[in-house]
């Protein structure tokens, strides 16, 4: 069973930084596209980043590029989200999905944010101003 788990979330002030994680178990992400999207209450869910576990390419969605920073540790199977010069405006619950490679390479799924097969619960993220 594909299992994504998050952590890292929690309160920071405007202009802080953050690092969430995604752990990954009963799978090995050789060839995967790995997101990270957000919801904020009372808005849709949004994809943030994107990264394809065999070759390291990123995708950022315009909000964040600039800001945020997703790479990848194959050895332990994790993905993270550096969150830098964090607005008020960041405030959600920051979710981590997966998609594997098949028929459609991870790169479809990343520039497209979706769709994604598996998710994680989710972790939450304040930043106060």
């Known amino acids: 069973e594909v299992q994504l788990v998050e952590s890292g979330g929690g309160l920071v002030q405007a202009g802080g930084s953050l690092r969430l994680s995604c752990a990954a178990s009963?799978?090995?992400?050789?060839?995967?596209?790995i997101a990270w999207f957000r919801q904020a209450p009372g808005r849709e869910r949004e994809g943030v980043s994107c990264?394809?576990?065999?070759?390291?390419?990123?995708h950022y969605s315009d909000s964040v590029k600039g800001r945020f920073t997703t790479s990848k540790d194959n050895a332990k199977n994790t993905v993270y989200l550096q969150l830098n010069s964090l607005k008020p405006e960041d405030t959600a619950v920051y979710y981590c999905?997966?998609?594997?490679?098949?028929?459609?390479?991870?790169?479809?799924?990343?520039?497209?944010?979706?769709?994604?097969?598996?998710w994680g619960q989710g972790t939450q993220v304040t930043v106060s101003s």
């Open positions: 999905a997966a998609q594997p490679g098949g028929f459609l390479r991870p790169h479809y799924y990343c520039s497209g944010f979706g769709p994604m097969g598996y």
């Open positions: 009963g799978v090995t992400l050789d060839d995967w596209a």
């Open positions: 990264i394809t576990s065999r070759d390291g390419a990123t």
